[in-house]
């Protein structure tokens, strides 16, 4: 049975940082895992993809330079640090994860990951 489980969602003042968790269980050996978040009324919007034997990283545009993506494997454990926090960062994070190849055209796209946590809330006020 494979799971997901996300935690290390807060509210924090504009500036500030918050590093989130995943926590994978059973089968563990994803090639890549990606942090998605959704904010009410907006579509779920691809974050950061890591591919998991090559440590290649990738970054949607508006959190290059302040968020990065990482993974313990002796952990199973993905995280997200995210430095420098702006209210537009606020929204509901899921962790996804998935063994396919994917282009660098559509690894940010959800169809791509078969598996998903529940996600944990990240809020961030001016």
């Known amino acids: 049975q494979v799971q997901l489980e996300e935690s290390g969602g807060d509210s924090v003042q504009a500036g500030g940082s918050l590093r989130l968790s995943c926590t994978a269980s059973?089968?563990?050996?994803?090639?890549?895992m990606a942090w998605f978040r959704q904010a009410p009324v907006k579509e779920r919007e691809g974050v950061a993809v890591?591919?998991?034997?090559?440590?290649?990283?990738h970054y949607t545009d508006s959190v290059k330079g302040r968020f990065t993506i990482s993974r313990d494997n002796a952990k199973n454990t993905l995280y997200l640090q995210m430095n420098s926090l702006k209210p537009e960062d606020s929204a509901m994070y899921y962790c996804?994860?998935?063994?396919?190849?994917?282009?660098?055209?559509?690894?940010?796209?959800?169809?791509?990951?078969?598996?998903w946590g529940q996600g944990t809330q990240v809020t961030v006020s001016s």
């Open positions: 059973g089968y563990t050996y994803y090639n890549y």
């Open positions: 996804a994860a998935d063994f396919r190849t994917k282009a660098i055209g559509t690894m940010f796209e959800g169809r791509e990951y078969y598996y």
């Open positions: 890591i591919y998991s034997f090559g440590g290649n990283t």
